[in-house]
């Protein structure tokens, strides 16, 4: 994990790889953003210029790279966009700070010591610049850059890997001393690191990350920060009768688990649940998934991985709040003990299901989950799962859908993934698409009508609600895994999506603002 520190030094007399300076674009050309001043003073007060001249205009995600002038004891200087200069000085928004501080982490990989000059004259602003630079200094290589048993002996036979990330952010501008800039600098690096163990897992191959292991990880990073971790295995399952997730579960050799994390604090007042999606490979059972679709099928558990990133947040700041978490965990497999289309599961709930599609899996793990959240009596419940391609079909692949059987509380979660910089949109819960799923032979069917498939599914979610609790279904089918190239914080590979969602609802909810 890269370090992170809160310096006094100024940026001209700080001793590092490189500086970081922000630029906005204006209507005549790059407009130096506040956090510049010593830097452009070594440039003569004609770093504007000399940026321009290289091409530079200050469009987010723009990055250039230039000498650094003489009075500088860093080499060279990394000039990031910032986008349209802002209507007010100083009012720079957070995610385009966030996705500027992740775009020079990641063009600085490599790198030992980078001191980041960009706006951080507010808490929020530092909160902000903080984050996106630890996001984006994120990388997966635990399995590269291992030693060639090819290369000849009396040669230099240990691969030498991949760039590895920055490996020290320096937040310069910040108040070193001021104890809000502390708690921020100190919140962010809490966040991020749980964040980043999230990717972790979701990068993790199917092979070494499965039901048993993801388990053993939450076990043992719950006893290090204080969290209350209980294992449901195959025969509790059975014995408790968790029909779903078993059924999903019975076709692999790697048996399903319920993973369940209680961090409690003694003021808490409230309770929230965390329900998460864990199908640690998703081959669509029997209804086998084409070629070409099941290759990054590793990241269906990333729901799962955003509750236990969540949970682990809540207890490392000490929210005065009570938060659970439930980790749905399985492997989808097709062999003889698979579950077939036209198999009927009873539920844990003792709703009897039809399974008309064995790839529509996650809403049957998560049912059951749902249902024994409920039984606890939270005072809200959020589940967050990779559910559905029809939600990928009408929101593309960076904004999840948010459903709720509260429309008050699914405004909130929208306001609050605003806030946080994760796109999302409101989404309904048609009545009519219900009958879609009525059954001839059980309670209720897996599958409905094709069309509104992502809203389908998250109906089916809802019968397991228990009454009178609020309840929200996030799907980030979308953005829980970015094929494309890395772009601001966002890598390659598993994001970490909903984690900083679900953290900022769960410290509204320990201020006493539960939507």
């Not at 729901?303 to 969540?310: L, M, N, R, S, T």
Request: some cysteine; glycine content about 12%; overall charge neutral.
């Amino acid at each position: 994990m890269t370090a992170l520190t809160l310096s006094t030094a100024g940026a001209a007399t700080l001793r590092a790889d490189a500086l970081v300076v922000g630029v906005a674009k204006g209507v005549k050309g790059p407009v130096l953003a506040p956090g510049s001043e010593a830097v452009d003073k070594a440039f003569d007060g004609k770093l504007a210029a000399v940026l321009a001249t290289l091409g530079a205009t200050g469009a987010e995600g723009e990055l250039t790279k230039l000498p650094a002038a003489s009075g500088l004891k860093a080499p060279v200087v990394v000039a990031v966009g910032l986008g349209p200069v802002p209507d007010k000085e100083d009012a720079y928004d957070a995610e385009a700070l966030r996705r500027a501080a992740g775009t020079a982490a990641r063009a600085l990989s490599g790198s030992k010591k980078a001191g980041f000059a960009l706006p951080a004259g507010s808490v929020e602003d530092a909160a902000a610049v903080a984050e996106g630079a630890l996001l984006g200094s994120y990388a997966f290589t635990a399995y590269q850059g291992g030693e060639n048993k090819l290369a000849p002996k009396d040669a230099k036979s240990k691969d030498s890997g991949p760039k590895q990330p920055l490996a020290e952010v320096v937040l310069l501008g910040g108040k070193a001393r001021d104890k809000a800039y502390k708690a921020a600098v100190e919140r962010a690096l809490a966040l991020v690191e749980e964040i980043n163990r999230a990717r972790d897992l979701i990068n993790t191959p199917p092979n070494d990350l499965y039901p048993e292991s993801f388990a053993a990880v939450a076990t043992a990073v719950g006893k290090e920060h204080g969290v209350k971790v209980q294992v449901l295995d195959e025969k509790a399952l059975v014995k408790g009768g968790y029909g779903g997730i078993l059924g999903v579960g019975q076709g692999s050799a790697n048996g399903p688990r319920l993973v369940k994390l209680a961090y409690t604090h003694p003021k808490a007042e409230k309770t929230l649940a965390f329900v998460g999606k864990g199908i640690t490979y998703d081959s669509g059972g029997i209804s086998l998934k084409p070629a070409g679709h099941n290759e990054t099928m590793k990241c269906d558990m990333s729901g799962a991985a955003a509750v236990f990133a969540a949970v682990v947040t809540a207890a490392r700041l000490g929210l005065k709040v009570n938060v659970t978490g439930w980790l749905a965990l399985a492997e989808n497999m097709p062999s003889g003990n698979a579950t077939r289309p036209g198999d009927v599961l009873r539920m844990y709930s003792g709703k009897t299901v039809e399974v008309l599609n064995t790839d529509a899996e996650g809403r049957l793990v998560l049912g059951d989950a749902l249902t024994r959240a409920s039984e606890e009596k939270p005072d809200a419940i959020v589940d967050v799962a990779t559910l559905t391609g029809a939600m990928v079909l009408a929101l593309g692949n960076r904004t999840f859908g948010i459903m709720a059987n509260d429309d008050a509380f699914r405004t909130s979660i929208h306001e609050i993934a605003d806030e946080v910089g994760e796109a999302s949109w409101p989404m309904p819960l048609p009545a009519d698409l219900r009958k879609g799923m009525d059954s001839p032979t059980a309670d209720i069917a897996n599958m409905g009508e094709r069309m509104g498939g992502g809203l389908v599914a998250g109906l089916f979610l809802k019968e397991f609600v228990g009454e009178g609790i609020a309840w929200a279904h996030l799907d980030i089918a979308g953005p829980a895994f970015h094929e494309g190239a890395p772009y601001g914080y966002t890598p390659k590979g598993g994001t970490g999506s909903a984690v900083r969602t679900l953290v900022r609802l769960a410290e509204r909810t320990a201020d006493g603002d539960l939507g």
